[in-house]
């Protein structure tokens, strides 16, 4: 009798074992956008209510092409945007979006002169990271969609495309453990004023710090897909939330 109950308990455990792993080996199933989106809201914000940011004010150091500059960047919730690179303290370019077009202005002060990819200016208003998280996408025109999961440096990324109202289209790496972007990538020209050759260029965020209870990237390194190459790095020296500009100063100069 005891070697029968013993059997019988052996064939029940194995079977409870074999249940087990069949229902373990079952596929994941779909994520939900929704969850994702919101799961990354709450840990950028905390559940806070984002929607008063108005403005931010960056500064920025950064090394591209073997030269180390600094950098001012300014954006606010309407689409403009200023970015003055300094160099000892002193300007010596600018780039700003006015909230219809681009600008550029030299070092000498002379008159600005129209920025033929001022798009590209105002993409980066846009993007989620600064202003704007993932969870503000829809409400501002632009389309966010799940494409599925890749491995990449042994995380399991959930994909995410977004295509601005313009068309443009970029994509965001959420992190399954933090719900944190830690990467994303786009086909573009990464100086199209300087160079119109296109490739896919990876962006890195990293060193999230909190910043009046808002998480915020203090590090990104850019790099080539296709050659491996590094193309930029940059780090967060500041960051002021809603900083008071004037407006002036999202307008083409009168040259001096």
Known sequence: MRSRRRDGLLIVLMGLL????????????????????????????????????????????????????DADYKVTRDGRMRID??????????????????????????????????????????????????SDMRANGHTLEYTGRETLDGVDYYVLKLTLSDGFVTYRYVNPSTWLIDRGRDFRAFHPGIDPHQTW?????????????????FASENMDLNTGKQLALQKLTSLKINPKFDPAVFQEPVAR
């Open 201 to 217: 260029v990876e962006t890195h965020w990293s060193d999230y710090r909190p910043v009046q209870g808002l998480l915020y990237s």
């Open 18 to 69: 074999s249940f087990a792993a069949a229902v373990h080996a079952l596929p994941e199933p779909p994520a939900d956008l929704d969850r994702i989106v919101t799961n990354n809201r709450h840990a950028v914000d905390g559940q806070q209510d984002t929607s008063g940011i108005e403005s931010l004010e960056i500064g920025l150091a950064m090394q591209e092409h073997g030269k180390t500059l």
């Open 85 to 134: 690179i300094l160099q000892d303290g002193r300007r010596v370019y600018t780039e700003a979006y006015d909230g219809h077009r681009g600008w550029d202005q030299g070092q000498d002060g002379s008159a600005p002169v129209v920025d033929p990819h001022g798009d590209a200016l105002w993409h980066g208003t846009q993007f989620p990271g600064q202003i704007f998280t993932l």
